[in-house]
């Protein structure tokens, strides 16, 4: 499975962005996708992930911001973030996970490049 994560760039705090995530390959192997993020000198953190079934979940630092979605005729998730603040500055990763835990960085086996959110005034 390959993944493909697009969508990062600058935007001001308060701002809106959102990111996609394209999987290719033996896609049925993944059931869950998730995204983690890891700041500068940080490491890299649960974000948001998605079952396949639909099911979100978030960490309680995005909760009521960020939006995870998938289209599964694309192959696609997304996750749309919003009210974008300072420490939400990272490189986000979409991944992929045959588990259902899908807070655990450990069981995601597929990752994506990464893309760069920057949240600066």
């Known amino acids: 499975v390959q993944l493909q994560a697009s969508g990062g760039g600058l935007v001001q705090p308060g701002g809106s962005l959102r990111l996609a995530c394209a999987a290719s390959g033996r896609t049925r192997t993944v059931y869950g996708l998730g995204w983690f993020r890891q700041a500068p000198g940080k490491e890299r953190v649960f974000v948001a992930a998605?079952?396949?079934?639909?099911?979100?979940y978030y960490a309680d630092s995005v909760k009521g911001r960020f939006t995870i979605s998938r289209d599964n005729a694309k192959s696609t998730v997304y996750l749309q973030m919003n009210s974008l603040k300072l420490e939400d500055t990272a490189v986000y990763y979409c991944a992929g996970t045959s588990s259902s835990r899908y807070r655990e960085i450990h069981e995601y086996g597929y990752w994506g490049q990464g893309t760069l959110v920057t949240v600066s005034s």
């Open positions: 998605i079952s396949g079934s639909g099911d979100t």
